[in-house]
């Protein structure tokens, strides 16, 4: 047994290793309360994400009620296909097509903000970069050789991978900042329709909504449990109460 105690020990250090990011990756912070940044998400989602990336595990009927969309708005602008308003959020792709035309099936990613993290999702859509040996032409820093096309390229622009001037600080004295030639690092070689601040927006609406997908009952848990708390707290005074009047005779 002290073998097995010890084995486990020692493995927990490399499975750490493992799990950690390989990339520093940039900070979500996520909103659940935003619906403006939700409503936008979800069309961002539905207009370059949907073909591929099915939601099967959440409905229309109730994306629409949480996010104040109403049922004629989302029927004509966020559904495109034969679906009905209480259907489940899938697409017509079929995991065949999708496993010869990618190599893998493209998964569902009702959870993936959960799986993955918002962190890592954020810097992902942020991550693509030019590659001519791979079958789309691009390549990701945070999941390299992944088979999924950049289909937000034509927003951010042309990212590249290579050598430019990266900040590393900020003079106090002259108000500038302070930059140095590095290698390896992504810089923007063509801009795209959106700034560069635009499209961080949008990408950060995008992970809002999955962060929502993957727990719609998110806000209404933590309402729930502040009454779970406050509850707990009054049941405190009657169960120390009755835990003396218990114990009184054994003094």
Known sequence: MKKVFALIAALIPAVAM?????????????????????????????????????LEHGRYNRVARDLDIPEELMMENLVFADKKFGDLMTNAMRAEDGKKWFGAT????????????????????????EDPTRPYGVNNEVFKDVGMPHVLGELQG??????????????????????EEQDGVLYLAEPGTL?????????????????????????????????????????????????????????
């Open 18 to 54: 493992a799990a950690a990011p390989s990339v520093q990756l940039d900070k979500h912070l996520t909103d659940l309360t935003d619906t403006a940044s939700l409503q936008r998400g979800a069309q961002t989602y539905m207009n370059y994400c949907m073909g591929c990336h099915s």
């Open 106 to 129: 493209p998964p569902d990613l009702t959870l993936v903000a959960r799986v993955r993290r918002p962190d890592w999702v954020y810097t992902y859509l942020r991550s693509f970069y």
């Open 158 to 179: 042309l990212q590249v991978k290579g050598t430019a001037q990266v900040r590393v600080g900020f003079d106090t004295l002259t108000g500038q900042e302070i930059t």
């Open 195 to 251: 700034s560069a601040a635009e499209y961080d927006k949008l990408v950060y609406d995008l992970v809002n909504f999955l962060v929502y997908m993957g727990e719609p009952i998110a806000l209404e848990r933590q309402r729930l449990g502040w009454w779970v708390l406050l509850f707990l707290a009054i049941f405190f005074v009657p169960v120390y109460m009755l835990n003396k009047e218990y114990w009184k005779d054994f003094k």
